[in-house]
T-cell receptor
Framework: GDSVTQMEGPVTLSEEAFLTINCTYTATGYPSLFWYVQYPGEGLQLLLK?????DKGSNKGFEATYRKETTSFHLEKGSVQVSDSAVYFCALPDSWGKFQFGAGTQVVVTP | GAGVSQSPRYKVAKRGQDVALRCDPI?????LFWYQQALGQGPEFLTYFQNEAQLDKSGLPSDRFFAERPEGSVSTLKIQRTQQEDSAVYLC???????????FGPGTRLLVL
């Protein structure tokens, strides 16, 4: 069945460092791909999405490119801030829209 | 506009007690999903509605879990005879349709003692 694998955390970075969170997927067909972010004590918020191969989603300085060849959707940000400290989830929907989430990657950014 | 809302935000229940969790989706959203999120884990699918029809309930852990959406808007997740393993955050999400962005509520944190 469909599945998502993302790198384990926590990832600890200094402010202004480069962030990469790896996400790979297994799916039948070509679903949309999503990154959600969960700040402490809050619900999940959409960070970005891509709907087809080679699409690049971007938001708040974060980017991810839908790579069909490598079945990947890695999340990147060139210069992180303390406010980016959160848990990040990669997700893909099945044909009904039911999301399969990765286990989440906690990111801690220190001043 | 208003997002997805859930109530209560926190619920403490004694083992064996019945609980009801409410979700108010974004107006006009056809699809509604319930997920269960254990501590330190990603959300796990419980059930899915398209309007008032429950199309998939394969993720409900046992027959103690029941969900409904009688008028195609507000949904209630009911857990009967709660057990300690039911302790988790229950998330509701709504979307315009399959494959569309899901918008999540803040969740209900359930603690069963």
């Amino acid at each position: 069945g469909d599945s998502v694998t993302q790198m384990e955390g926590p990832v600890t970075l200094s402010e202004e460092a480069f962030l990469t969170i790896n996400c790979t997927y297994t799916a039948t067909g070509y679903p949309s791909l999503f990154w959600y972010v969960q700040y402490p004590g809050e619900g999940l918020q959409l960070l970005l999405k891509a709907t087809k191969a080679d699409d690049k989603g971007s938001n708040k300085g974060f980017e991810a490119t839908y790579r069909k060849e490598t079945t990947s959707f890695h999340l990147e940000k060139g210069s992180v801030q303390v406010s980016d400290s959160a848990v990040y989830f990669c997700a893909l929907p099945d044909s009904w829209g039911k999301f399969q989430f990765g286990a989440g990657t906690q990111v801690v950014v220190t001043p | 506009g208003a997002g997805v809302s859930q109530s209560p935000r926190y619920k403490v229940a004694k083992r064996g007690q019945d609980v009801a969790l409410r979700c108010d989706p974004i107006s006009g959203h056809v699809s509604l999903f319930w997920y269960q999120q254990a501590l330190g884990q990603g959300p796990e699918f419980l059930t899915y509605f398209q309007n008032e029809a429950q199309l998939d309930k394969s993720g409900l852990p046992s027959d103690r879990f029941f969900a409904e959406r009688p008028e195609g808007s507000v949904s209630t997740l009911k857990i009967q005879r709660t057990q300690q393993e039911d302790s988790a955050v229950y998330l509701c999400a709504s979307s315009l349709g399959a494959q569309e962005t899901q918008y999540f509520g803040p969740g209900t944190r359930l603690l069963v003692l």
